[in-house]
């Protein structure tokens, strides 16, 4: 079983710059979500699919965020004119839709320095 | 607004002895309550949830938690420590919208 994997595992990038993430999930789970964490911080909310479609999205996702899952599998998550405010962890989970009760699996992150 | 709260940023306890994590949530409708472990530079790892039935639910690592509705709490709870238990814990909820909140995460140190 090969849980969900994240590439690049670091980042580091200088203000301004765009920087792409992307996230494979666990084969079969149809959803995938997006979050941020900051140091000394639970994970934040961005935003989810299912399949391909992108059902939600957080405030915190400004216009500069971009996600996509275009063929339902993996995901990308775009950060374009990158602030030094974007530094963070980004993480990505998958799960098998079955309502709200489903379990979210975390693959390692990716930890993005914007200097 | 559904919310967690870990009011413990720290905890101390020696190994073999019981640990205990606290959380509390508050939601509209009825929650959905997870624990998860974070080691350094590793994503976060299920250890359990809760989502309807027996108040004790028992995880993975000799974990379990206490659903109490009447304190909207669900503390993590293992009867004897180890040292390889020390992590960043969160608690987290859901209560039927989208996105799953967490809390702030309780560093735990198991000292030999």
């Known amino acids: 079983d090969t849980g969900v994997s994240q590439n690049p595992r670091h980042k580091i990038t200088k203000r301004g710059q765009n920087v792409t993430f992307r996230c494979d999930p666990i084969s079969e789970h149809n959803r995938l979500y997006w979050y941020r964490q900051t140091l000394g911080q639970g994970p934040e909310f961005l935003t989810y699919f299912q399949n391909e479609a992108q059902l939600e999205k957080s405030r915190l996702l400004s216009d500069r965020f971009s996600a996509e899952r275009p063929k339902g599998s993996f995901s990308t998550l775009e950060i374009q004119r990158t602030e030094q405010g974007d530094s963070a962890m980004y993480l990505c989970?998958?799960?098998?839709?079955?309502?709200?009760?489903?379990?979210?699996?975390f693959g390692p992150g990716t930890r993005l320095l914007v200097l | 607004a559904q919310s967690v709260a870990q009011p413990e940023d720290q905890v101390n306890v020696a190994e073999g002895n019981p640990l205990t994590v606290k959380c509390t949530y508050s939601?509209?409708?009825?929650?959905?309550l997870f624990w998860y472990v974070q080691y350094p530079n590793r994503g976060l790892q299920f250890l359990l949830k809760y989502i309807t039935g027996d108040n004790l639910v028992k995880g993975s690592y000799g974990f379990e938690a206490e659903f109490n509705k009447s304190q909207t709490s669900f503390h993590l709870k293992k009867p004897s420590a180890l040292v390889s238990d020390s992590a960043l814990y969160f608690c987290a909820v859901r209560d039927g919208r989208d996105d799953m909140r967490f809390g702030a995460g309780t560093r735990l140190t198991v000292k030999p």
């Open positions: 989970a998958s799960s098998l839709a079955s309502g709200y009760q489903e379990t979210q699996y």
């Open positions: 939601v509209s409708g009825n929650p959905y």
